[in-house]
């Protein structure tokens, strides 16, 4: 279950990787139509997934920062070397890492019913108190503004 996301929402976001309407090889997926993943390396050492969020030419996506494992928490494990539940999915790059996502998922429709990464609504519900918001991580470089508008949403 997605638990916490950060919204990046394009050409006027300076943490965006489409600030300034940049378009790269990396990131021409943002470009495209929502529903579809981004997904990229960080530090040469982490994959980060996101999801791409508007139309066409509008380069919008939300990162996956945190998931409350459900299902397959004995892969997770393996994936991950560890037995502590706590720690399989508690951001990005171990979601990634627990999942076994990497590049070969770039572009990848989320909206295909049962495929190998789809989303899909459990109806769990969640009402509004619990859903909390901050400023996003790791994004100081993009400047006070864009680093402390509170675009992180998390289910406390």
Same mark, same amino acid.
Request: proline share 4%; net charge positive.
């Given at each position: 279950?997605?638990?916490?996301? %950060?919204?990046?929402?394009?050409? /006027? !976001? #300076?943490?965006? =990787?489409?600030?300034?309407?940049?378009?790269? +090889?990396?990131?021409?997926? /943002?470009?495209?139509?929502?529903? =579809? &993943?981004?997904?990229?390396?960080?530090?040469?050492? =982490?994959?980060?997934?996101?999801?791409?969020?508007?139309? &066409?030419? /509008?380069? %919008?996506?939300?990162?996956?920062?945190?998931?409350?494992?459900?299902?397959?928490? %004995?892969?997770? @494990? +393996?994936? #991950?070397?560890?037995? @502590? /539940?706590?720690? $399989?999915?508690?951001?990005?790059?171990? $979601?990634?890492?627990? $999942?076994?996502?990497?590049?070969?998922?770039?572009?990848? !429709?989320?909206?295909?019913?049962?495929?190998?990464?789809?989303? %899909?609504? #459990?109806?769990?519900?969640?009402?509004?108190?619990?859903? @909390?918001?901050?400023?996003?991580?790791?994004?100081?470089?993009?400047?006070? +503004?864009?680093? +402390? &508008?509170?675009? #992180?949403?998390?289910?406390?």
């Amino acid at each position: 279950m997605i638990v916490e996301t %950060e919204a990046y929402v394009g050409k /006027e !976001d #300076r943490a965006s =990787h489409s600030f300034g309407g940049r378009r790269t +090889k990396r990131n021409e997926v /943002e470009y495209g139509l929502g529903g =579809h &993943v981004y997904i990229y390396l960080v530090y040469g050492l =982490h994959y980060q997934l996101n999801f791409v969020t508007a139309g &066409v030419n /509008e380069p %919008e996506c939300i990162l996956i920062r945190t998931l409350r494992p459900t299902d397959g928490i %004995e892969f997770m @494990k +393996k994936f #991950r070397h560890t037995n @502590k /539940e706590s720690n $399989l999915t508690n951001g990005p790059g171990k $979601l990634c890492q627990a $999942l076994k996502l990497d590049k070969s998922f770039y572009g990848y !429709d989320i909206c295909q019913k049962n495929a190998k990464l789809y989303v %899909e609504d #459990r109806g769990i519900k969640i009402s509004t108190k619990q859903i @909390k918001k901050g400023p996003r991580v790791g994004i100081d470089y993009a400047g006070p +503004k864009w680093s +402390k &508008v509170p675009w #992180r949403f998390y289910i406390s």
